[in-house]
């Protein structure tokens, strides 16, 4: 990453104006947070003010019913803040039964809940209209008001509550700013100036950097290609030295080093071709043991078998069933053996020759063993006009054999996945030609 960072002008361009613009959103929080700390301290100030006039005036236009000024003196404040009055007559914070008589309609866009008011500061109108502040706030930054210790007489006849404007998030205002910029006035101009100032600085960061790299990689460009010369220089004069070494080691020891060398593979080969004649001989000798041995029956009738077991039909019948499934299996074990001991013969002959495939096939299909096919139903369509191919039979019928056994097991191994008892696995080997190319599928 610090690789491709140190290589790529626009990665760097990007990741320092990003950073810039980040902080550029650290500048405008901090003027998000001086305005509306200002205008936290500045209502602070008018609730002040509010506390020392507003229950006088508004207790006495409630008492005289004069609806239209009362409703022009909470409005005065241009929606800055809100003013609420209500008929709430008891001391207590809490009033349940408290109804809205009067709202600020510039801060409203409809009549509030009286759930709104709660814990927020008011001051109590009275019957005569009261004279003293009875609460305020003792400094500028805090939002919790004293008792001044003095009590108006009279009698309650509602309260005036004072609400702060809603503060946005910090979130929502810079949305905001970002979508109608007009809305916000001078903050909007001031997270413009601070955006771009942050910007401006980031370009010029990335100016200086540019500038440092490039003259930094063009000193390490020099002294790289004055390396590679001196470098260069070296080698040659290390070559020089070794040609002239070498010129005379080959002179006088390569001729005879060559010539013995020459001589050792031509032994070496003659010694491999002797191990391949007596492997081949060696391997006929075992072959010629094992058919004249005499476990090998050759014979494809299972009566010839038992009456070579010494058996008939009478003393079959008597037999244990566990017995005679054994002699079977004993009988198809050594056709499988004998089957081997013929494609053994054919291992030992390498040599390609001239084949019918629907011959070979056939032979294939009659020698399978009895495993694969009591499990998987394997049957062969063959065209009637030999096809000839030239190859050798073990390695033809090596590959067609390695094909069926690995898609019987694949059916077999899905057949116990999906436990479908009526799932019947089956593998069909066509044989055909196209264009004088003969096809198995």
């Known amino acids: 990453m610090y690789k491709f960072f140190k290589n790529s002008t626009i990665l760097r361009f990007a990741l320092i104006h990003t950073i810039a613009y980040i902080l550029s959103l650290l500048g405008c929080f901090l003027t998000y947070m001086g305005y509306w700390r200002t205008i936290f301290v500045v209502q602070t100030v008018d609730f002040n003010i509010l506390s020392h006039t507003m229950p006088l005036k508004l207790s006495s236009l409630l008492l005289q019913k004069s609806d239209e000024e009362l409703k022009k003196t909470i409005n005065s404040n241009y929606g800055l803040f809100r003013i609420v009055v209500t008929d709430c007559n008891v001391t207590i914070q809490d009033c349940p039964n408290e109804k809205i008589l009067y709202y600020s309609s510039r801060s409203f866009e409809k009549k509030p809940e009286t759930h709104i008011l709660q814990n927020h500061p008011y001051d109590l109108l009275k019957d005569p209209p009261p004279i003293f502040t009875e609460s305020k706030y003792p400094k500028l930054f805090l939002d919790k008001r004293e008792k001044t210790g003095k009590n108006n007489l009279g009698n309650i006849i509602g309260r005036v ?12 205002e810079y949305i905001q700013f970002i979508k109608n910029p007009i809305r916000l006035g001078f903050r909007a101009t001031n997270y413009f100036q601070t955006t771009i ?73 003659k010694a491999i071709i002797g191990i391949i004649s007596r492997l081949k001989t060696d391997t006929n000798n075992i072959i010629h043991d094992i058919q004249k041995a005499p476990l090998l029956l050759e014979t494809d009738n299972l009566n010839i078998f038992l009456d070579f077991m010494g058996l008939n039909e009478e003393n079959v019948n008597i037999l244990d069933p566990n017995l005679l499934n054994l002699l079977i299996e004993v009988y198809e074990s050594f056709k499988v053996i004998s089957q081997v001991v013929e494609e053994l013969r054919e291992v030992t002959d390498l040599e390609e020759g001239t084949m019918v495939i629907q011959e070979e096939l ?66 069909s080997v066509k044989c055909y030609s196209e264009n004088n190319i003969a096809i198995i599928e």
């Not at 509550?161 to 929502?172: A, C, E, L, N, S």
């Not at 490039?214 to 460009?221: A, G, L, P, T």
Request: glycine content about 2%.
């Open 161 to 172: 509550y004072y609400i702060r404007g809603k503060q946005p998030t910090f979130q929502d």
């Open 362 to 427: 056939q032979k294939l299909k009659d020698n399978l063993p009895p495993p694969i096919t009591k499990r998987t139903h394997i049957e062969f369509e063959l065209i009637e006009d030999p096809l000839r191919i030239k190859c050798n039979p073990w390695r033809f019928r090596s590959i067609i054999r390695n094909v069926l056994y690995n898609s019987s097991a694949a059916l077999n191994k899905h057949s116990r996945k999906i436990k479908n008892l009526n799932f019947k696995p089956k593998v």
């Open 197 to 269: 100032l942050f910007l401006m600085l980031g370009f010029s960061i990335w100016l200086i950097l540019e500038y440092q790299i490039k003259k930094s990689q063009r000193e390490i460009k020099y002294e790289k290609q004055k390396y590679q010369f001196l470098k260069a220089q070296i080698e040659l004069d290390r070559i020089n030295t070794l040609n002239e070494t070498f010129s005379y080691v080959i002179e006088t020891e390569f001729s005879s080093t060559v010539s013995n060398n020459l001589q050792k593979l031509d032994g070496t080969i």
